[in-house]
């Protein structure tokens, strides 16, 4: 990447923002080749991870006539969390894709 930026007419703000962008660009290189992901399966989105915990969440404490304080529900979470539901869903992920 060209590590000058070019046109000095840039406003200060402007020349920082994109600094700032070009530095995020070039210290996360490694984690944006979406080819070689997409090549290998993986998600290049958060958006599997995220309906996951979004599902096993409701599936938790969205019962019928459930009513949760916050300390209880924090604790049932914290419980469901070492249960076996994510390996579950790493299986799946690796034996389907996504």
Same mark, same amino acid.
């Given at each position: 990447? #060209?590590?000058?930026?070019? &046109? &000095?007419?840039? %406003?200060? @703000?402007?020349? !920082? !923002?994109? *600094?700032?962008?070009?530095? =995020?660009?070039?210290? #996360? %290189?490694?984690? $944006?080749? =979406?080819?070689?992901? /997409? &090549?290998?399966?993986?998600?290049?989105?958060? &958006?599997? @991870?995220? %309906?996951?915990?979004?599902?096993?969440?409701?599936? +938790?404490?969205?019962?019928?006539?459930?009513?949760? /304080? /916050?300390? $209880?529900?924090?604790?049932?979470?914290?419980?469901?969390?070492?249960? #076996? +539901?994510?390996?579950?869903?790493? @299986?799946?992920? *690796?034996?389907?894709? =996504?």
């Amino acid at each position: 990447m #060209n590590r000058r930026l070019k &046109g &000095g007419h840039l %406003a200060d @703000t402007v020349r !920082a !923002a994109l *600094e700032k962008a070009r530095n =995020y660009l070039e210290n #996360n %290189a490694e984690r $944006t080749e =979406y080819a070689l992901a /997409r &090549g290998a399966r993986l998600p290049s989105g958060s &958006g599997v @991870t995220e %309906a996951a915990c979004k599902h096993i969440i409701r599936e +938790r404490v969205c019962g019928s006539a459930m009513k949760w /304080r /916050r300390t $209880t529900l924090q604790s049932v979470l914290s419980l469901h969390e070492s249960s #076996n +539901r994510w390996e579950q869903f790493w @299986t799946r992920i *690796e034996r389907f894709g =996504y």
